[in-house]
């Protein structure tokens, strides 16, 4: 039932999108050629005419919907903020602007007849594309705030929840009511548990009580109108579940099996069939195929972009360097990267030449002696980790990810902390998630990695966005942030 809700709600989604991406497109056009703007920015061609717009409103339908889907934007997630999705909505509209200026200047080029290009058809004004950039992002937003709203009332209210019990009170049973009760959107009520553990607390958890036992689920399923009943028993308990079966045959209950698998889990699970069987994969990342070869083309762009115009600023500093200092401007360092090889990171040189050889691999700290006067500015203000773009353009690296250790620490942390390596699942990177919200340095190792792990199961180009952004944002200040 919830994989059909979902699919209910996300075709909504789509044909709601594509109707919003069409008029964006003719609002687009309105306000470049009937509206002040084409007096006060006149077109150089002369104003088209709008039936030529008209003919491209199907492809615009099928445009928008294309590039919210490579977004994530379809992906229904727990606790995404009006932010993420005012960010998911931008990068997913600017993805299909620059698909549409790709898409039609190839159908002109290969394509249309001399007397068509002549007449402007599939040649769509630069300001109209951004200005359907901006209608399509207020319309898409806009609309998504709308039903947020409409669906929170809904349910607040009470009105069509779909009555939920849940067979096992245990830490797998909690689990699942806490993603129920967090999923309020789905509109669920879990009415309480079972459980053939159960003692004289009939308390429950946060606040649901606890029915009774298995074998009172015919009872209860009549008394409470259930109409989903979730099977979330640990496995040596499994065998009880043949019992609940025939119950939910019988009362014509939704029967969902939860696998106790949970505690195996860091990542997100993926259902494969091979052949028939069901497989269920541990610990798959997002970032596979097509999202793996965008990311890849949004580093090198932005990577090679800043390199070329920071030519200028990065020969000053490495004349700083070596002024006032002896030394390399460079300092290489073996770090961790994807899959747990290793590469050399690259970075200004920011400590007393031969700084590690008595002691060895030390972390950093603040005011650190080893550190130059001038390495001390360039950390002070992460222009040390600048040359690190180089290490994007080839490929070692992400603008955005977990940041890289060095295999002495990896070594030691992974028996520590045992999901610590699924974080070299994808790229090490410049920046990431974590160390825009503060976990940076010397500071706690553990919520380090929860903040890693949560960037790599959540991970699209609008979080990717929103982490530069923010980056941008205090990387001008102290370490601290």
Known sequence: MMRRYNRLLIAFYVITDAVLGMLAFVLAYKLRFNSPIAALIPPVKGIPEFEYYVDMLPFVGLLVPAAFHVQGLYRLRRGRTRLDDFFAVFVGSILAVVLGVFGTLYVSIYYLPQPLKDAGVYEISQLGWALFLVANVMFTYASREIIREVLERRWRAGIGLKRVLIAGAGDLGRMLADKVLEHRELGFKVMGFID??????????????LLGTLGDADEIIQRERIDHLYVALPLEEHVKMLGLVEVTNREGVDLHVVPDLLQFIALRARLENLDGVPIISLNDVPLRGFNSLLKRLIDVSISGSVLLVLAIPFALIALLIKQTSKGPVFYTQERMGLDGKAFQVLKFR?????AEDETGPVWARDNDPRCTPVGRWLRRFDLDELPQLWNVVRGDMSIVGPRPERPYFVEQFKHRIPEYMLRHKVKAGITGWAQVNGWRGNTSLEKRIEYDLY????????LDIKIMWLTLIH?????AY
């Open 196 to 209: 053939d553990r159960a003692t004289g607390d009939h308390i429950g958890y946060r606040g649901l009580p």
């Open 350 to 354: 920011s400590m007393y030449f031969g």
């Open 455 to 462: 960037y790599i199961e959540n991970w699209s180009v609008g």
């Open 475 to 479: 990387g001008f200040q102290k370490r």
